[in-house]
């Protein structure tokens, strides 16, 4: 009874609302005290003010004074040594299990019974600690669902599991609504569930073990990926630095040798000049002599004096005057081109090896004016056997076919053409390149065409489909083709055509050849979807020939040459 009356002391001088005891005690007009601090904090967050406890409003809001009386008290009962209220985290939330025994603010229980199907706080539960009536009882952790343990329609504790229907049920279900059904204990149930759990754990234990060594091996992989990358990144940097460093080198070396070689052919140039000025001026002297002796009326003298005015030195003859044309250095320029195309070929095939897109590395260079700039991209190209017509012969290292204007004795091939007299080129084209066709005898076709046109029918023919291009060379005229259209083409005749292709541009022209002048033919503009072939189409007539001519490049100067070398 004390222990009670000292609870009930402590209630009565506690602040409701910070449940400790009262402090600076005040009290409102309705009876009710609480901490100074606390009610004012709680009516600053409000509009109206009211009691905590029985809700009464004032207004306007009070001016609250110490209740001296109450704060004796307080301090009286401090003195006795009344033990501190629970700390607030005892008490139970709305999240937390309450105990069923306490009576006003309930404490958190800490256990909770499933035979009474009661939850308990530490003071409740040391019945359940102490006596043995309470020794069978089953104390589980807190739990808020014990009346789901209670049968709805008996009101009884289920005990029972019924395996028929996968339920609990107490033992009034099974003689009535389960009677009959297989029906063991729960906690026999529990135990053989709490077995496949178990196999359930180690199941998933080992599963999470290997999905952790996967995990590991994947970070592993991730760790690689990122080294490999950032060693690929410097490498590229180191690489390219290297490039640029190099071609920075070559420019220079380029610039220096033309700067040379240009002050040379200046220094040459102005030293004829300067002898030819010298020419000129003893003969303007000699001239004016010659003239004022002309008017000499004495002919004595003029008869004396004419010998030694008239002999005059031998004259700088004009063939020693080398005269080179304007563009003296177009062919380190066309050498220059040449390289940049290789370079822009080089990078543009072995970029899929970095990248599965495409990329334009280099601007494309503009079409060569003379042939010794076309001569740069000339490319050795020889006939493919298996793709020439029964009537022809190939020859001279398989650069030259001849119409025999019968069926030779070639093998089966599914690359044969069968039906026009025409063979392809072995090599593929790609780049810029260019070559040069000498004909003898009567028409002939000089083509390019993708691998993949018709071998028979009238559709293999060159210019006669949209997978070939051809240049029609007769006797007398030209024309072009290309998809069964023909296109008149004048230009002077020539047994020799030049042909010149930039793939990743889209060019292809054709040229007259008289001696060193090119004449331009015709030139397509258009998009290449497929590396082409040289073709060759000749009229069946025996005799007919057509040759790939054997080029040379023309020698360019140390820079241009160096850059040459390069490799990539």
């Known amino acids: 009874m004390a222990q009670k009356g000292v609870q009930l002391e402590r209630e009565t001088f506690s602040c409701s609302i910070c449940l400790d005891l009262l402090k600076d005690p005040v009290t409102t007009s309705c009876g009710h005290s609480y901490c100074m601090k606390c009610i004012k904090q709680h009516w600053d967050g409000e509009l109206i003010h009211s009691c905590p406890q029985c809700r009464q409003s004032f207004t306007p809001r009070p001016v609250l004074l110490k209740n001296t009386m109450l704060a004796a008290l307080v301090e009286e009962l401090k003195k006795t040594g009344l033990p501190h209220a629970p700390a607030d985290h005892c008490y139970a939330g709305a999240e937390d299990v309450a105990c069923d025994v306490c009576t006003g603010r309930k404490l958190k229980a800490c256990k909770s019974c499933l035979v009474c199907l009661a939850s308990y706080c530490d003071k409740h539960l040391q019945g359940h600690n102490e006596l043995p009536v309470f020794k069978k009882h089953k104390l589980v952790e807190p739990s808020k669902k014990l009346q789901e343990n209670i049968c709805s329609r008996h009101d009884e504790v289920m005990k029972l599991f019924?395996?028929?229907?996968?339920?609990?049920?107490c033992s009034l279900c099974s003689v009535d609504k389960h009677k009959g059904h297989d029906t063991v204990s729960a906690a026999a149930e529990r135990t053989e569930r709490q077995r496949e759990l178990e196999g359930s754990r180690?199941?998933?234990?080992?599963?999470i073990q290997d999905r952790e060594k996967e995990g590991k091996l994947l970070q592993k992989e991730v760790e690689a990926v990122n080294g490999s990358a950032d060693k690929a990144v410097e490498d590229s940097q180191k690489t390219f630095s290297e490039l640029i460093c190099l071609m920075e080198k070559r420019s220079s070396d380029v610039k220096q040798q033309v700067r040379s070689q240009q002050k040379s052919e200046v220094s040459r140039v102005k030293e004829l000049q300067e002898k030819l000025e010298q020419e000129i001026s003893e003969l303007k002297r000699r001239d004016s002599e010659l003239k004022l002796l002309s008017h000499t009326e004495d002919h004595n003298q003029f008869l004396h004096s004419y010998p030694s005015l008239s002999a005059l030195?031998?004259?700088?003859?004009?063939?020693s005057i080398n005269i080179r044309p304007l563009s003296y250095f177009e062919h380190v320029t066309a050498a220059l081109s040449a390289v940049r195309d290789k370079l822009q070929d080089v990078l543009r095939e072995e970029w899929t090896n970095v990248s599965p897109t495409e990329v334009e590395v280099l601007p494309s260079a503009a079409e060569p004016t003379t042939r010794a700039g076309f001569?740069?991209?000339?490319?050795?190209?020889?006939?493919?056997?298996?793709?020439?017509?029964?009537?022809?012969?190939?020859?001279?290292?398989?650069?030259?076919?001849?119409?025999?204007?019968?069926?030779?004795?070639?093998?089966?091939?599914?690359?044969?053409?069968?039906?026009y007299s025409q063979v392809l080129s072995r090599e593929s084209l790609t780049g810029r390149c260019y070559w040069e066709v000498e004909q003898r005898g009567a028409a002939v076709y000089v083509a390019v065409a993708y691998k993949n046109i018709s071998r028979a029918g009238i559709e293999s023919l060159f210019g006669h489909n949209d997978k070939s291009w051809s240049l029609d060379c007769d006797q007398n005229s030209y024309s072009f083709r290309y998809n069964r259209i023909s296109t008149p083409v004048s230009g002077p005749q020539s047994s020799r055509v030049g042909v010149y292709l930039d793939h990743r541009a889209g060019v292809l022209s054709f040229y007259s050849i008289v001696s060193e002048t090119m004449t331009l033919l015709h030139r397509v503009h258009t998009t290449f979807t497929q590396p082409l072939h040289a073709g060759l189409w000749l009229y069946q007539t025996y005799g007919t020939t057509a040759e790939l001519c054997k080029?040379?490049?023309?020698?360019?100067i140390g820079g241009a040459l160096l850059l040459l070398k390069l490799t990539v």
């Open 202 to 207: 180690l199941n998933i234990q080992q599963r």
């Open 162 to 169: 019924c395996r028929t229907d996968q339920q609990c049920i």
């Open 375 to 419: 001569l740069h991209y000339s490319q050795e190209i020889t006939l493919d056997p298996n793709t020439a017509h029964t009537w022809l012969v190939l020859s001279e290292g398989s650069k030259k076919a001849t119409n025999m204007g019968q069926q030779q004795s070639y093998s089966s091939h599914p690359d044969r053409f069968t039906y």
């Open 313 to 319: 030195s031998e004259p700088t003859h004009s063939s």
């Open 551 to 556: 080029l040379k490049k023309p020698e360019v």
